[in-house]
């Protein structure tokens, strides 16, 4: 059940866009935050490895967080 749901905003390639907030979009964005606060924790530290996890972890959760928040959940890619 998202908390905050605006209606059919517009579409884009078969997409509809809505701006939904659900658990799982607020779960991935407190995963992203605490990716942002490795990778500068992994910057100070000139930690490469790390650098390169906390840069994968940052775009995958970041992005998945930004589109379920746009798409009201789950991406619907077939009709």
Request: no cysteine; aromatic share 12%.
């Amino acid at each position: 059940m998202p908390f905050i749901d605006t209606g059919e905003l517009f579409e884009i390639g078969g997409i509809t866009i809505h701006i939904g907030v659900n658990t799982l979009s607020l779960l991935m964005l407190m995963i992203t935050i605490v990716g942002i606060w490795g990778l500068v924790a992994a910057v100070k530290n000139r930690n490469l490895l790390a650098v390169i996890f906390s840069v994968a972890t940052v775009a995958t959760f970041g992005f998945f967080a930004i589109a379920t928040i746009f798409t009201y959940g789950y991406p619907e890619l077939a009709h």
